[in-house]
Structure formats: C-alpha cells, structure tokens
C-alpha cells in the first residue's frame, strides 16, 4: 500500500523567519494519514531539519551536484546534504529544466549521487503546453523515463519517488483536471512496469501544479495519484496543511 505525501517546494522563497513561522504552522496541524516533506532552500535546510527534530516532517533540497566534492564552485553534493540531515530531494523540476538546461543524463547522474546516500530522490517530469496540444505527452513524459527505467536497478527505485508535474499546470493557476492527471499517472506506472511490477506497484507518482486544497481531495482520491508537489500553496501554513489534511 502507498502511503500518501504531500511535500512543498519553496523555491527561492525563505528567511530564516519565515521558515520558523512556516514550519511551526505545519508541525501544529500534522495529519497522520499521510507523510509531509518541505523543500526549503539550501540556506534553511539546517534550520528546518533543527526545527522540525524528526517530528514526522521530512526535510529535502531542491537540487543537488552531479559530483561528490572538490572544485565546483556554488555546487552542494548529496554528502553534504545527508549531513545536515537531508532525506530527500527534487531532481529535475522543469524550472531546472528549462532555465539551467538540466537534461535527462544530468537527472540521471544527481539521482545516483542521492541514492548512493541514501536520499529519496523526487524526480520531476512533466509536458509543456505545446507539447500537450499536439499530443506528445506520453512521448514526452516517456523519454524523461526512459534513461532512468535502462539504467536504475530495483534497489535504487526503492529510493524513488516520481513527481508528474505538466509545465502548463506549474504556478499558473491552472490544474490538470483529475482525470488528466491519473491518466499520465496510470501511464507512467505503466512505463515503470518494464522495470519490475513491484516497482510499478510500489513507487509513489506526486501529482504537481497548482495544487490548492479545494482541489487535491479530487486529485489525491485518484488510484493512481499518490500525493501532491505543492509550490506557492506550501507558502502558507494553513493552505498547505488544509492540502495535505484533503
Ligand atoms: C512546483 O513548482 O513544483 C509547483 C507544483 O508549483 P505550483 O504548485 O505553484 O504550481
């Protein structure tokens, strides 16, 4: 049985008040049916993992290197993260997609770095609108699969969580109906076959973009959506617990 999550990304949004006023928010309305994980920025994570003090919180990053240390300036490794006390972190958000040209080799190599300690890795997927209108979405979301299906082994996936995120969905205002989202999410289980059934039956599929609490009920009740990737709604406390109480 999946067990639901509901994880909000910051983005480059955060003080060291915020995040105290935030957090606390979260912690004093902590559902039991479900796990909640934040993903704060790299300045605050230290902050939030202190906070939060293994209280059912997980704590993440929003990004991570591709190497293990030395001389890459402005780069945070998957070691340093794990020892601040990191759990998990995003890969692939299309924001780093689209602005830094993460290719789908880039995810591929940041996953392995988190895997190799022990960090859950969530990695984003997702179509642009374009893409959508002309009926590519399944090639899409397909292709940003297909390296990590060759390449990962039924013990890496274990440390996998897949966010379906559609670009045209993400801070728009604008959600991908319910029916929308568990077709792509029933599809990408599907793809995830051609690994194992087990990892098909045992990954969680996050469903992100513009997630509110009047509308993950409907989504989160999907068979296959297994919990929300929420951005500006998990910059507020009562949105985000109202989300993650749905
Ligand atoms: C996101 O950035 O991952 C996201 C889902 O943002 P929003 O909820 O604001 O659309």
Known sequence: MRRLLVAGNWKMNASSEMTGTLLSGVLDNLPDHCDVAV???????????????????????????????????????????????????????????????????????????????????????????????????????????????????????????????????????ETATPEQAQGMHAFIRSELKKVSDTVAAKTRILYGGSVKAASAAELFSQPDIDGGLVGGASLDAAEFTAICRA
């Open 39 to 173: 993903f704060p920025p790299f300045p605050y994570i230290s902050q939030a993992v202190d906070l939060v003090g293994g209280a059912g919180v997980a704590v993440g990053a929003q990004n991570v290197a591709k190497d293990d240390e030395g001389a890459f300036t402005g780069e945070v490794s998957a070691a340093m993260l794990a020892d601040v006390g990191c759990t998990m972190a995003l890969v692939g958000h299309s924001e780093r997609r689209a602005l830094y040209a993460e290719s789908d080799y880039d995810v591929l190599v940041k996953v392995r770095q988190l895997v190799k300690h022990g960090i859950t890795a969530v990695v984003c997927v997702g179509e642009t609108l374009e893409q959508r209108k002309a009926i590519r979405e399944e090639s899409v979301v397909s292709e940003q699969l297909s390296l990590l299906i060759g390449e990962l082994s039924n013990a890496d996936w274990e440390k996998m969580i897949i966010a379906y995120e559609p670009v045209w969905a993400i801070g728009t205002g």
